[in-house]
């Protein structure tokens, strides 16, 4: 996302991209939270979402406030089958992205920082996200590479065992 070969090819996706406008990259971001350090099986999953094209400086700074929660999914601690939880996790990232769908397509307007206005198109650059969440939202059977076509027994030293 940070090269300049991903933003061409980016924009030149969008065939009625006009001139002076642009590609907004969406960052989104999930980890699993514990929620409650008595009981230990209380936890969540928080979904951030940020925007690529922020400074380095201003990305890496603890008070830019960059990250924005969109969401929190709770976990059920003695729940449904794993194919069941794929597909709520699945069903509940789509529903909190739809807003995001629209400006996707047509575009908005932006006030970029040379007091110009500009037409821009969101378009969700990375999902950062541990193996269990991407086990999850790939739908991917544990123990499998939601990247990759490795069986896990080619893997050394692979622990299929969950966390």
């Known amino acids: ?3 300049a070969d991903w933003r061409w ?22 980890d699993k ?46 729940g449904p089958k794993t194919h069941t939880i794929q597909i709520a996790y699945q069903e509940s990232m789509a529903t909190m992205l739809r807003p995001l769908e629209e400006p996707a397509k047509s575009g908005i307007k932006v006030l970029c920082a040379d007091s110009r206005t500009r037409h821009a198109y ?10 269990p969440e991407q086990y ?13 076509e490795i069986d896990p027994d080619d893997m050394p030293g692979f622990n299929r065992r969950p966390r």
């Open 122 to 131: 969101l378009q969700i650059a990375s999902f950062l996200a541990d193996y």
């Open 33 to 78: 939270t514990m929620l409650s350090t008595l009981s230990g099986d209380k936890s969540a999953w928080p979904v951030y979402h940020s925007i690529g094209n922020l400074s380095k400086a201003k990305r890496q700074s603890v008070k830019s406030n960059r990250l924005i929660l969109i969401g929190l999914l709770l976990r059920c601690p003695n």
């Open 1 to 3: 996302m940070w090269t």
């Open 9 to 30: 090819k980016t924009q030149a996706s969008f065939p009625l991209l006009e001139s002076g406008s642009t590609v907004i990259p969406v960052i989104l971001d999930s």
């Open 136 to 148: 999850n939202i790939t739908g991917v059977k544990y123990g499998w590479c939601p990247g990759c």
